[in-house]
Nanobody
Framework: VQLQACGGGWVQTGGSLRLSCAFS????????MGWFRQAPGKEREFVAH????????LYADSVRGRFTISRDNAKNTVYLQMNSLKTEDTAVYYC????????????????WGQGTLVTVSS
């Protein structure tokens, strides 16, 4: 299985970015998909999750209302639209695939992408 994340970059505070994560090697629609992030000097944390069919989403409190997770099962891709970015959103963002368990616990994710860096500055 491969998860290839892209779309990171530099943006000013208040700006937007859209991350994409392409999934291959298994049946994409069998997996719930999540985004996590790790800021410099901090532990990796949950950002958002979307169920296998896209009908259910979950967000961390810190991003709810600013970030939107979506997926296109025909394209085997999950997205993270990030709006109103803040400096504290600066991190390496990882996409991951899970088959069960709590969606906000990284131990329940079986496949991980390589990460894409998002830098937000004022």
């Amino acid at each position: 299985v491969q998860l290839q994340a892209c779309g990171g970059g530099w943006v000013q505070t208040g700006g937007s970015l859209r991350l994409s994560c392409a999934f291959s090697g298994r049946t994409f629609s069998n997996y719930g998909m999540g985004w996590f992030r790790q800021a410099p000097g901090k532990e990796r944390e949950f950002v958002a999750h979307i169920s296998w069919g896209g009908g259910s989403t979950l967000y961390a409190d810190s991003v709810r209302g600013r970030f939107t997770i979506s997926r296109d099962n025909a394209k085997n891709t999950v997205y993270l639209q990030m709006n109103s970015l803040k400096t504290e959103d600066t991190a390496v963002y990882y996409c991951a695939a899970r088959t069960g368990g709590r969606p906000d616990e990284e131990s329940n994710y079986v496949f991980w992408g390589q990460g894409t860096l998002v830098t937000v500055s004022s």
